[in-house]
């Protein structure tokens, strides 16, 4: 009998002991681990596999320059909440992409940082440079793929086409200098919802939802879903090569690397570094 007493104690107390585990938030190490695991495994993917991902990727983020402007053209202008409203469209692309698992290459300024950051050899880098290469190109090419759809077929009626063409020369026509900061908070953005995502559980959606709302209403700019909006004026002749390089995708590109590498990779890395190199943390969590 009291072996019996015994035994249901300890279940009991293992139950408790799960129970625990379940309801305590991930720490920063292990947040840090998953992530830094899910950028080797990024690394060791096939290149074929990478480019369908990225163009899918590409594809698919034209769901927010769509959503936003389905959104803008059925909403009252002159209602003081359409702006805040309007921009929730703009979430549609992003929450098709991360849930698909597809390659976004903002994703990556993160995910495969922490294993170069970790490892510091030549080969990581190397590794590094070579998706990070890979997906961007996959991306513009998805990203032209949906805009030619967009632009230069009659799918669309004539106000929507209108309305995407307003909503993509405002997204392109800050000029570099203006669009490399505007690229800074929006590269930030994206980082954190990687970051989050390990502890979201059943809040992944409006993780993704708000922050990416957040880009959107806060008028930042991302390179991929600017991509469309640029390639949809280039292919429509209302944008050249040059400018469209030079005001946009290279001063962007840049700011979503200084966003999500340069400071929110290394701040992510800081305040795990002591614990991973000591070996000290969560790690019977």
Known sequence: MGQTNQADKAVRHHKEEASVTEATRLSARLIY????????????????????????????????????????????????????????????????????????????????????????DRQSFHAMLRLWVLVLAANAVGAFIAAGFMGLTRVLSPDMVATITDLSRHATGFGAFEAFLRAIPAGVLVAAIVWMMPSAEGNAFFIIFTFTWLIAAGDFTHIVAGTVEMAFLMLRGDLGFGPAMQEFFLPVLAGNIVGGTAIFALLAWGQVRKEVQDGVGDDDR
Request: proline residues 5%; glycine residues 8%.
């Open 33 to 120: 681990e998953v992530v830094r695991r899910d950028g080797e495994e990024e690394l060791r993917r096939p290149m074929l596999s990478l480019l369908w991902s990225g163009i899918a990727a590409g594809i698919l983020i034209s769901l927010s320059v769509l959503g936003e402007a389905i959104f803008r053209l059925n909403l009252d202008p002159e209602a003081p909440s359409s702006y805040l409203i309007e921009n929730a469209g703009y979430s549609l692309g992003f929450i098709a992409v991360i849930f698909g698992r597809l390659q976004l290459f903002t994703e990556n300024t993160i995910t495969t940082v922490l294993p170069v950051i970790a490892h510091s």
